[in-house]
C-alpha cells in the first residue's frame, strides 16, 4: 500500500502534494501530541529540578518497575534473566549497580526478535511499528503505542525544542531523508514542500547543491522558519553554500542538530549564516536514550528517558573524560522494552560532572557511531574515523572508503578555500594517524545518500576483528 501511494505522489502536481504533506502533518501531529502529551510534558519541566538523590531514587524505582515487567511479560526478558539468575522477586529490590549483571541486548537480536520475542504479551492497543534508517545494516523496527509516542515527545519538548528557547507551535524548516522531492537529480525547484499544520518546510536533503541554494533560500524568506532543524551534516553544508554565495537570511531562533556529528566549525558556520545558537542533540528511532544541549552551553543525558552507560571494551563503566559505548535502558516503551540495548553510538563523559545547570549526567561529547572505523594491520581500530576531519573548514563533507590496509580514498566535497595547503594538512593528518599509507582525494559536488538521506561516513572493506583491537 504504501508503495502505490508514494508512486501515487510523484505524479501529484507541486499544490497537492503540499496538501497531501499536511494532511499527513494534521495526522502525525495528533498523535504525537494528544492524550496525554499536555499531563507529561509538565512533568519532565518538573524533574529538570531535581537533585541527584532525587534522579537515583526515581531510577531506581522505573528500573525495577521495567525489569519485574520484563521478565513477567517479555518472552526474551524472561528467558535470559532467569539463565543470569534473576526472578521477580530479586529484581524487585535491584540497585542501579547491578545493572551491569543484567545480559546486553544486540542489535542483531533486536532486528531478529523485536516483533516477536522482544514484544510484551501485556501491551496497549494501536501500537505501531517505526522503522530505523539502517544506515548501519539492516534496520530495527520500534513498536510505538500512542502513550509512549507522546511521553516521547513530550521529553523532545522539554529537553531539546524548549532548552533551545522554540516550542512545538515554533515554525520551522527541516532536512531530513524523507523522500519528498521525487525525480532526482532530473527534478525541478521548488526543492521543498510545505506542511501548513505544523508550518514545517520540509527541504530536500538529496537537491542540496550550490546551484540549488537560491531556492532553500527563497523559501526561508517566503515561510520565515524560526528554527532549522535535522540532520547535522545537511543543514551545515546548505549553510555553507549560503555562506559561499552571499545569501543573507532572518536571524532566527536557534538551529537544532541531530542524527550526526556536529564539529566545532559546522556550529561556527550555522551560528554565522542564522544568527543564533546552534543546540546539539542525540536520540534515534529507538527512543531509549536522549542527550540535548542545555542554554548554559553543556549536553545533558535526560535521567528519566533512560540509563545509559559509557563502557570500554571490557564492559567496564569509563572514567571520566574518557569515550565508550552507550548502552541504554529506557524507561518509556514497556511494550518493546530495550535493556541494556548496544544502540551502537560512541559518547565521552565529560570529567566535571558538576554544574550550576540541571543535576543530570554530563556528556562532553557524542563521538559518533561504532559502524564508523577503519582497521589498521597492527590489529587497532581507529573509531569514528571520520571526525579527524570534522574542523578542517575547508571539507564540507568526507566519505573515507578504505579498500585495504595500505589503501584510501577519500570523497570531499570542498569549499572555495581548499588548495593544495589545506589538501597537505589533511594527508599529515592521515600520516599522523595511520602511517605510510596510500590515499586517494576525489573531489566531489556532492557525495550521494541513500534512501534516507545519509551517507555512510566510513566504507571500510577490511574485516574487524575486536578481540585485543583498540578503539582510538
Known amino acids: 500500500m504504501a508503495s502505490i501511494l508514494n508512486r501515487i505522489y510523484t505524479i501529484l502536481p507541486v499544490p497537492v502534494q ?52 520484563a521478565i513477567e511479560n517479555v518472552p526474551y526478558y524472561r528467558d535470559t534473566f532467569q539463565k543470569a539468575g534473576f526472578n521477580k522477586m530479586t529484581l524487585q529490590s535491584f540497585e542501579l549497580e547491578d545493572l551491569l549483571k543484567l545480559p546486553v541486548l544486540e542489535k542483531e537480536t533486536l532486528r531478529k526478535l523485536g516483533t516477536t520475542d522482544l514484544i510484551s504479551e501485556k501491551r496497549e492497543k494501536g501500537g505501531e511499528f517505526f522503522t530505523s534508517s539502517g544506515s548501519t545494516g539492516t534496520p530495527v523496527k520500534i513498536l510505538f503505542s500512542r502513550s509512549m509516542h507522546q511521553k516521547w515527545r513530550a521529553a523532545f519538548e522539554a529537553r531539546i525544542y524548549h532548552w533551545a528557547g522554540v516550542t512545538k ?17 532530473e527534478a525541478l525547484p521548488p526543492f521543498y514542500r510545505y506542511n501548513y499544520f505544523e508550518k514545517q518546510i520540509y527541504f530536500s536533503i538529496y537537491h542540496i547543491r550550490k546551484q540549488n541554494a537560491g531556492d532553500y533560500r527563497d523559501a526561508i524568506k517566503k515561510y520565515k522558519p524560526d528554527f532549522m532543524t535535522g540532520y547535522a551534516a545537511s543543514n551545515f553544508l546548505l549553510a555553507s553554500y549560503f555562506d559561499e554565495l552571499g545569501f543573507a537570511v532572518e536571524p532566527l531562533k ?29 536520540s534515534g528511532i529507538e527512543a531509549c536514550g536522549l542527550i540535548s544541549q542545555h542554554p548554559n552551553g553543556l549536553l545533558y543525558s535526560s535521567p528519566d528517558v533512560a540509563i545509559i552507560e559509557i563502557l570500554d571494551d571490557q564492559m567496564r563503566p569509563v572514567k571520566k573524560g574518557e569515550m ?25 563523559l565529560a570529567e566535571n560532572q558538576s554544574s550550576e545547570g540541571p543535576q543530570m549526567p554530563v556528556i562532553a561529547e557524542i563521538v559518533g557511531r561504532i559502524d564508523d572505523i577503519v582497521t589498521l594491520k597492527d590489529g587497532r581500530q581507529l573509531s569514528s574515523f571520520n571526525r579527524f576531519f570534522a574542523e578542517i573548514k575547508e571539507v564540507l563533507e568526507v566519505q573515507v572508503v578504505q579498500t585495504d590496509y595500505e589503501h584510501f580514498t577519500l570523497n570531499i566535497v570542498v569549499s572555495p578555500h581548499y588548495d593544495a595547503k589545506v589538501e597537505k594538512t589533511i594527508l599529515d593528518s592521515i600520516a599522523a594517524r595511520l602511517g605510510k599509507v596510500n590515499v586517494t582525494i576525489n573531489r566531489l559536488d556532492h557525495i550521494s545518500r541513500n534512501a534516507n538521506g545519509k551517507f555512510k561516513a566510513v566504507i571500510s572493506h577490511v574485516g574487524r576483528n575486536s578481540k585485543g583491537a583498540s578503539h582510538a
Not at 507551535?169 to 537529480?185: A, T, Y
Not at 536557534?254 to 542525540?282: G, H, P
Open 18 to 69: 503540499n496538501m497531501v504533506i499536511s494532511a499527513y502533518g494534521y495526522m502525525w501531529r495528533n498523535r504525537r501530541y494528544g492524550g496525554i502529551f499536555n499531563e507529561q510534558l509538565k512533568e519532565f519541566k518538573e524533574r529538570e529540578f531535581y537533585t541527584l538523590s532525587q534522579w537515583k531514587d526515581f531510577q531506581t524505582s522505573e528500573l525495577r518497575k521495567l525489569l519485574v515487567h
Open 169 to 185: 507551535e515554533s515554525s520551522r524548516g527541516m532536512i531530513g531523508g524523507r523522500l519528498v522531492v521525487p525525480g532526482g537529480d
Open 254 to 282: 536557534a538551529v537544532i542538530t541531530s542524527s550526526e556529528k556536529l564539529s566545532n566549525a559546522m556550529r561556527e558556520t550555522l551560528s554565522k549564516v542564522y544568527q543564533c545558537k546552534v543546540f546539539d542533540s542525540w
Open 324 to 348: 565508550g559505548t552507550m548502552y541504554c535502558t529506557g524507561f518509556m516503551n514497556y511494550d518493546q522494552p530495550l535493556i541494556r540495548y548496544k544502540i551502537g553510538d560512541l559518547a565521552i
